[in-house]
T-cell receptor, first 113, second 114 residues
Framework: NAGVTQTPKFQVLKTGQSMTLQCAQDMNHNSMYWYRQDPGMGLRLIYYSASEGTTDKGEVPNGYNVSRLNKREFSLRLESAAPSQTSVYFC????????????FGSGTRLTVV | AQKVTQAQTEISVVEKEDVTLDCVYETRDTTYYLFWYKQPPSGELVFLIRRNSFDEQNEISGRYSWNFQKSTSSFNFTITASQVVDSAVYFCAHIKAAGNKLTFGGGTRVLVKP
């Protein structure tokens, strides 16, 4: 099925460990996004990529890095995980102008202990 | 910067009651779009509706209806005759017309009891 695929679905990390969340879309969308979801705070934008080869910070970028590997793939890296990064992470994609909304992946539940 | 506020954090109703979810937004943009998404217990985000700032005509789709009032910057959502399957977190979101970043409200959790 066409859509946005995120891996892994669940992950537990120890403080200080690193990991990369993977995201791929097969809809030929130009723009891709990483959001985190925390209780009562909705979804907050971490980083986005308006097109292949570009990335920009969102609302909460500290502690994260991203790579737009190609048009399909957009990864999120935690270099040194902290308990404050315990969250559910969503990847999404859209047309260049996102006024038609996003297509979301199914999310990654990350726990940092 | 845009801001979306969902003042209700949780609403609990008994099945068949109506539920109205409030959404208030702040924006300096003259042209923008508003969305409602549903997040059921399984966790995925499901698109419900998109409305542009020039279209204030309210809409009904089955048991769902939306009330967009530009004068009060509100975009409220009503579930009529609620069902247990409506239990979910509902998010309101805003994007400016030429933009590519959705701004979400904090979400409202709806619990429909049998």
């Amino acid at each position: 099925n066409a859509g946005v695929t995120q891996t892994p679905k669940f992950q537990v990390l120890k403080t200080g460990q690193s990991m990369t969340l993977q995201c791929a879309q097969d809809m030929n969308h130009n723009s891709m996004y990483w959001y985190r979801q925390d209780p009562g705070m909705g979804l907050r934008l971490i980083y986005y990529s308006a097109s292949e080869g570009t990335t920009d910070k969102g609302e909460v970028p500290n502690g994260y890095n991203v790579s737009r590997l190609n048009k399909r793939e957009f990864s999120l890296r935690l270099e040194s995980a902290a308990p404050s990064q315990t969250s559910v992470y969503f990847c999404a994609s859209s047309e260049t102008l996102a006024s038609y909304g996003y297509t979301f992946g199914s999310g990654t539940r990350l726990t940092v202990v | 910067a845009q801001k979306v506020t969902q003042a209700q954090t949780e609403i609990s109703v008994v099945e068949k009651e109506d539920v109205t979810l409030d959404c208030v937004y702040e924006t300096r943009d003259t042209t923008y779009y508003l969305f409602w998404y549903k997040q059921p217990p399984s966790g995925e985000l499901v698109f419900l509706i998109r409305r542009n700032s020039f279209d204030e005509q309210n809409e009904i789709s089955g048991r769902y209806s939306w009330n967009f009032q530009k004068s009060t910057s509100s975009f409220n959502f009503t579930i009529t005759a609620s069902q247990v399957v409506d239990s979910a977190v509902y998010f309101c979101a805003h994007i400016k017309a030429a933009g590519n970043k959705l701004t979400f409200g904090g979400g409202t959790r709806v619990l429909v009891k049998p």
